[in-house]
């Protein structure tokens, strides 16, 4: 079980990664709906891990996890992307992400992409 920040700017697909990860024993400890804010919740929260949207308002997911780093070198993020976005899936990992998902959502692909972050 960990504790997670599910950062989306579109609140139907942070509510679809929620019930995946509580379904399966995970407590997503908050939310963020751009990078600015999932930057904030990062220090303030402190979770085990991020999922984290690329495409947003205000900060991009790719400048979040960059600042997030910043932050905690150790920071497990996890990137959502819509497909045809494997140049900035690239730029997440190169920037520190430990894993990508592909949207739409697959829950079974969302476990085990968090449980290989977390180990």
């Not at 140049?87 to 992400?97: F, L, P, R, S």
Request: glycine residues 6%; negative net charge.
């Amino acid at each position: 079980m960990a504790n997670i920040l599910v950062v989306d700017d579109a609140a139907f697909m942070r509510m679809m990664i929620k019930d995946i990860l509580t379904k399966n024993g995970h407590v997503v400890v908050g939310e963020a709906a751009d990078g600015a804010q999932a930057v904030e919740r990062y220090q303030e929260l402190r979770p085990d891990l991020v999922t984290m949207d690329i495409t947003m308002p205000e900060v991009d997911g790719i400048e979040a996890i960059k600042r997030i780093r910043e932050i905690d070198p150790n920071a497990r993020i996890i990137v959502c992307s819509a497909m045809g976005q494997q140049a900035m899936v690239i730029e997440a990992i190169q920037a520190g992400a430990k894993d990508f998902i592909v949207k739409p959502f697959q829950a079974d692909r969302v476990i085990e992409a968090v449980q290989k972050a977390l180990r």
